[in-house]
């Protein structure tokens, strides 16, 4: 089970961090994605942690902005993110797969979770 925590209200220009807490099994072995969902948009690939060489890629629209880390010992990423912007607003979901690649669409992963709303706005 992934549970994703953390989002809320935030004015431009501040920031947030997101959890997610994995429970009955491990991080360690597989390719962990930050996905987001806007408004009447397809998912987006904020960013992603390969289990094949463990290098973590960025959305061209976060990069610099936002930081992907994890805690094996408490089993739990995280995603910090400064400088929001408006086009931020989404609900962040969390989501592992087996497979080597970092997929776009939240549905190509093997397991995710209830997502977090994430609110940009004066």
């Known amino acids: 089970q992934l549970q994703a925590s953390g989002g809320g209200m935030v004015q431009p220009g501040g920031s947030l961090r997101l959890s997610c807490a994995a429970s009955?099994?491990?991080?360690?072995?597989?390719?962990i994605g930050w996905l987001r969902q806007a408004p009447g948009k397809e998912h987006q690939g904020v960013s992603c942690?390969?289990?094949?060489?463990?290098?973590?890629t960025y959305a061209d629209s976060v990069k610099g902005r936002f930081t992907f880390s994890r805690d094996s010992a408490k089993n739990t990423v995280y995603l910090q993110m400064n400088s929001m912007k408006p086009e931020d607003t989404a609900v962040y979901y969390c989501?592992?797969?087996?497979?080597?690649?970092?997929?776009?669409?939240?549905?190509?992963?093997?397991?995710w979770g209830r997502g977090t709303l994430v609110t940009v706005s004066s």
């Open positions: 009955g099994f491990t991080f360690d072995y597989y390719t």
């Open positions: 942690i390969s289990r094949s060489d463990g290098r973590t």
């Open positions: 989501a592992v797969t087996l497979g080597s690649g970092c997929p776009q669409s939240l549905y190509e992963y093997s397991r």
